[in-house]
């Protein structure tokens, strides 16, 4: 019976993916009514989350003699519902697209043509530190740490930056083929989103690519990979224009955990103004401290997973 519920919970979870997907993917940008009406150019439309209906038909024996083969069963990923332990104040202007936690303080990247920027922001009050603004004609997207260095991807120019973590001095630029949506650092490779159900790995000194991993869920491939992180040996990934955050096995790409983050933005006091899709996540490791936000948000919230059972 626990297997059934678990089973069903997952077609249930997967079905209403797909609808909030079929709702929300008519031709819209990386933005959503939340955003300015500045005219920016549409992004790459994948198909929609994998569901059941989906599946294949299962194939007709090409003679009565011919005995079919029941598949084994995909293995279903875990799924966490959330408690939430502390509430930060969080600038509602900011476009959030990359965030990351590092001796004490985010680093964080904000998109938007015109308003894109790196930002040092402190944990307790929200606070701009320090800032660096784009020019107007990049929309800036994922950011990451690796030493004394900061990347920032940007979504269709092809251009990342590589900044000073102490000055924001920009240091170099580099390019790559794709979109860019979300990066991380797994202390070894720098790893890259693009909207797609591709993760890439690039090194982090010669920045050209070492590895592709495909991500799955529950076999089919899972698009609409946006912000990053690398947490104890998994990559958290925002689906964008969800509630939900998946974990991924680095190894298999395979989705062995989904995160559901349903009404988080309504655990805080309420606020006057629009607000976007969640996405940010940044984790202290010293800590064991997770941290998600959303873009347009005017809060960042601590939280703790706990396992459905």
Request: hydrophobic fraction near 40%; glycine fraction near 8%; include cysteine.
């Amino acid at each position: 019976m626990i297997f059934f519920k678990k089973h069903l919970y997952i077609l249930t979870f997967l079905l209403s993916l797909t609808t909030l997907f079929s709702a929300c993917l008519s031709p819209t940008s990386h933005l959503n009514e939340a955003a300015p009406p500045a005219p920016v150019p549409q992004p790459t439309v994948e198909a929609p989350l994998p569901s059941p209906i989906f599946a294949p038909p299962t194939p007709t024996p090409a003679s009565p003699s011919e005995t079919l083969t029941t598949p084994l069963p995909l293995p279903s990923p875990l799924i966490y519902d959330y408690r939430v332990k502390n509430i930060f104040p969080h600038d509602p202007e900011a476009f959030t697209q990359g965030l990351v936690y590092w001796n004490g303080v985010f680093y964080e990247g904000t998109g938007l043509y015109g308003r894109s920027s790196l930002r040092k922001v402190e944990m307790e009050s929200g606070a701009v530190l320090q800032r660096r603004d784009l020019d107007a004609e990049f929309f800036g997207e994922g950011v990451a740490v690796v030493g004394d260095r900061i990347f920032q991807l940007t979504w269709q120019n092809g251009v990342g930056f590589i900044y000073d973590r102490e000055s924001f001095e920009e240091l170099r630029r580099f390019s790559y083929a794709t979109e860019g949506w979300g990066l991380t650092y797994d202390g070894e490779h720098l790893i890259m989103s693009d909207g797609t159900p591709t993760i890439y790995y690039l090194d982090p000194e010669t920045l050209q690519e070492v590895r592709r991993l495909p991500v799955t869920l529950e076999g089919q491939p899972l698009p609409r990979l946006n912000e990053l992180e690398y947490v104890e040996g998994r990559i958290l990934a925002n689906v964008w224009q969800t509630d939900f955050i998946v974990q991924i096995d680095p190894e298999s790409g395979v989705v062995d955990g989904v995160y559901d983050f349903t009404g988080l933005l309504q655990q805080a006091p309420p606020f006057q103004g629009g607000y976007d899709v969640l996405n940010g996540i940044a984790y202290d490791a010293e800590n064991r401290r997770l941290f998600v936000t959303g873009k347009l948000w005017p809060y960042l919230f601590e939280v703790e997973l706990i396992p459905r059972p």
